[in-house]
T-cell receptor, first 110, second 113 residues
Framework: GIQVEQSPPDLILQEGANSTLRCNFSDSVNNLQWFHQNPWGQLINLFYIPSGTKQNGRLSATTVATERYSLLYISSSQTTDSGVYFCAVYSGGSQGNLIFGKGTKLSVKP | DAGVIQSPRHEVTEMGQEVTLRCKPISGHDYLFWYRQTMMRGLELLIYFNNNVPIDDSGMPEDRFSAKMPNASFSTLKIQPSEPRDSAVYFC???????????FGSGTQLSVL
């Protein structure tokens, strides 16, 4: 089946710094989604981004489907950005089976 | 919309007891998913429904687990009998379309003693 790899596994930032999280996938995908799991365990959908670039405030995401990767940019990080960031993909013909990466754990220090 | 609603938020039970987790999906969504999250295995898809019909239950760990969706606004995940290894956070999620944007509930933290 399709493999989803995220890097780095852990990231520590000082408040105000910028960061880039990466998601690589092993096969063509129908779409890709980014999620943030906050320290209280809530899973929030950040982006639904099968291709191209989207922006939402300080966060933006770019998916290059032909090269099988997606990037999540966090600018001017805040302590509330802490948590785990997951990317997840649907592969062709597997509707309903969203494959999750292992996540990047981000800690933003004040 | 209130989002995906799960209950209870926390459940502590003793080994051998029956546990029932509940979920109300976002109104209008036609897909409902049950996931389990543990430190060891991460997020695992247990089962999903389309228009109230179970489509894929290959992720259900064993016969002790069952799930139902009697109507478009309600689903249950039942564990009977429960075992300590079932301790995990169980998430319900819904989407419009099988590959649509996925929205998660707040999860149920289950502890089986």
């Amino acid at each position: 089946g399709i493999q989803v790899e995220q890097s780095p596994p852990d990231l520590i930032l000082q408040e105000g710094a910028n960061s880039t999280l990466r998601c690589n996938f092993s096969d063509s995908v129908n779409n890709l989604q980014w999620f943030h799991q906050n320290p209280w365990g809530q899973l929030i959908n950040l982006f639904y981004i099968p291709s191209g670039t989207k922006q939402n405030g300080r966060l933006s995401a770019t998916t290059v489907a032909t090269e099988r990767y997606s990037l999540l940019y966090i600018s001017s990080s805040q302590t509330t950005d802490s948590g785990v960031y997951f990317c997840a993909v649907y592969s062709g013909g597997s509707q309903g089976n969203l494959i999750f990466g292992k996540g990047t754990k981000l800690s933003v220090k004040p | 919309d209130a989002g995906v609603i799960q209950s209870p938020r926390h459940e502590v039970t003793e080994m051998g007891q029956e546990v029932t987790l509940r979920c109300k999906p976002i109104s209008g969504h036609d897909y409902l998913f049950w996931y389990r999250q543990t430190m060891m295995r991460g997020l695992e898809l247990l089962i999903y429904f389309n228009n109230n019909v179970p489509i894929d239950d290959s992720g259900m760990p064993e016969d002790r687990f069952s799930a139902k969706m009697p109507n478009a606004s309600f689903s249950t995940l039942k564990i009977q009998p429960s075992e300590p290894r079932d301790s995990a956070v169980y998430f319900c999620a819904s989407s419009l379309g099988g590959a649509g944007k996925l929205f998660f509930g707040s999860g149920t933290q289950l502890s089986v003693l």
